[in-house]
């Protein structure tokens, strides 16, 4: 069986966008979104600049992160290496187009749909070449078969010093540069500008605080983007964030109330309202997740024919069963079973409560495509909001400690839990413990220039405002405030809540306005 590559030869490509027009010809692809392009990249400074032009597209890994993290196999690898896709598989969660770290795969607009680059496979099945590849007037596209040594393909890859693009995300690309130009390969060195030669940016992306970082580098300063393609829209937006938030408090609620039970503060391990607000928020978290499905109305495939390795099913099984546990600890409080049963029950709901709240990480660590999501205090940080977002529902549920506004306790709910004084105490720990998780998640200096760039929009950039502002002033400073200065606990657990939710806005977009090609 052959394995099916592509080699771009730089040192012919003429940049006449010929690839571009037949692959859009081939497969009737629709405006504002491209299988293949061309970006220009130019050097040097007047009179002694050169031009570069980089062909992008799929790279058809042998490690595909897209396969891998796609929920439905609407994605898959053929047995010839093609990485291909089945629009009447795909739900549209984009999860594809976040890990892809070469930014191939794009939206269909006709289809809602993830599509991109399939090495024209009805051409290859009948023993053609790939459209791009016949048009070439230079022959500067070349595919085949890497593993027979006679091929083209295989010669240039031997006896030539070729690119592969982003070696260190491991995904063994298909596809590689010869006499290629690093700035053409590495996007931030030459980040998108303002207007092009044919296009303009439309905004979705910092503009400044990229041109920034890229001048900050030593090799690439000089390099320029002349030409390339709209920007893509932010793939996932403010539902996804929403959704990292109502999850926290649905499965906090869980974690907190059977911590509660254990330390014998409360007398059922999940008392009817805690259970109701949980399932509320559980049932918005998945309102926010189908809702941000380009095609909703296949939600269902994700559990029925479910791909295993994609966290992304692995999250709807563990939601699915967080749900039906959280309901059987709080019948087993309701019928007042004994304490051992409750206990066993409680514990296995607040298990998979701490599972909901963290998967969500290992999600956004299986995008390769997004450096900043690479950081492997994601779990903690997601776990730890969570146990905080718990915290704060059961203080306003009155479960916890009811100020009356002097520092005293208020009677109902409260009675029997934790005392005024304590539930201070454990608001203002759980606080510190955000402010070092937070300081230790966004202020040191990260190994990859995308991460590094991500965090530069976060601290410096169009998401400053969200984060100083919102996660650290409304979300940390403001709650000490006021626990220290003896205010109302249900104030100081909302200023929390509001805090972790500006929090997960930039962790989720900030590291999508980072250009991959």
Request: hydrophobic content about 45%.
């Amino acid at each position: 069986m052959p394995r099916l590559g592509f080699a771009i030869d730089n040192r012919a490509c003429i940049g006449c966008h010929a690839c571009t027009v037949a692959c859009k010809s081939e497969h009737e692809v629709a405006l504002g979104v491209n299988r293949t392009w061309v970006k220009y990249i130019e050097k040097g400074e007047f009179p002694n600049t050169r031009r570069h032009f980089s062909v992008q597209r799929c790279n058809h890994c042998e490690d595909a992160p897209c396969v891998e993290i796609c929920p439905v196999t609407a994605l898959y690898k053929r047995p010839d290496g093609i990485v291909d896709f089945d629009n009447e598989r795909c739900i549209g969660c984009k999860a594809c187009m976040q890990a892809c770290p070469y930014d191939a795969l794009y939206l269909d607009p006709d289809t809602n749909t993830a599509a991109k680059c399939n090495y024209c496979t009805h051409r290859v099945d009948n023993g053609y070449e790939p459209a791009c590849v016949v048009v070439c007037p230079v022959e500067a596209i070349v595919s085949g078969d890497l593993d027979d040594p006679e091929s083209r393909i295989s010669q240039l890859d031997r006896l030539l010093k070729v690119q592969y693009p982003k070696p260190e995300k491991s995904t063994r690309p298909k596809l590689f540069y010869v006499g290629g130009e690093t700035a053409a390969t590495d996007p931030t060195a030459a980040p998108p500008a303002e207007n092009y030669l044919w296009s303009g940016n439309d905004g979705r992306i910092s503009l400044k605080t990229l041109r920034r970082a890229a001048d900050e580098a030593d090799d690439e300063a000089r390099a320029r983007r002349v030409y390339d393609p709209k920007s893509k829209p932010v793939p996932w937006g403010w539902m996804v964030s929403a959704y990292i938030t109502t999850k926290a408090v649905a499965t906090g609620i869980v974690i907190v109330a059977a911590a509660m039970f254990a330390l014998g503060l409360t007398a059922n391990v999940l008392p009817t309202t805690p259970m109701l607000i949980s399932m509320l928020f559980l049932g918005l978290t998945g309102a926010l997740l189908v809702g941000d499905l380009k095609r909703p109305e296949r939600f269902l495939s994700v559990l029925l024919r479910p791909q295993w390795k994609s966290w992304l099913v692995r999250g709807a099984y563990l939601i699915t069963l967080f749900a039906p546990l959280t309901l059987a600890a709080w019948l087993s409080g309701w019928a007042h079973a004994a304490r051992s049963t409750q206990l066993a029950l409680g514990g296995a709901a607040a298990l998979a409560a701490i599972a909901v709240a963290g998967y969500t990480a290992l999600l956004l660590a299986q995008a390769r495509g997004r450096d900043y999501w690479q950081n492997p205090l994601l779990p903690v940080s997601m776990i730890v909001d969570a146990v905080i977002a718990g915290l704060a529902a059961m203080q306003w549920m009155g479960y916890l400690a009811a100020s009356d506004g002097s520092g005293g306790v208020a009677t109902g709910a409260s009675a029997g839990g934790a005392t005024d004084e304590s539930a201070r105490i454990a608001f203002a720990v759980a606080a510190g413990v955000l402010l070092l998780l937070t300081a230790a998640e966004f202020l040191p200096r990260h190994q990859t220039r995308g991460a590094e760039v991500a965090a530069r929009l976060i601290l410096r950039g169009p998401l400053a405002v969200w984060f100083w502002f919102g996660a650290v002033g409304v979300g940390l400073i403001l709650p000490l405030a006021v626990l220290m200065i003896g205010g109302r606990i249900e104030l100081a657990a909302a200023l929390l809540v509001i805090g972790i939710a500006a929090k997960n806005h930039v962790v989720v977009q900030a590291p999508q306005r980072v250009p991959l090609s």
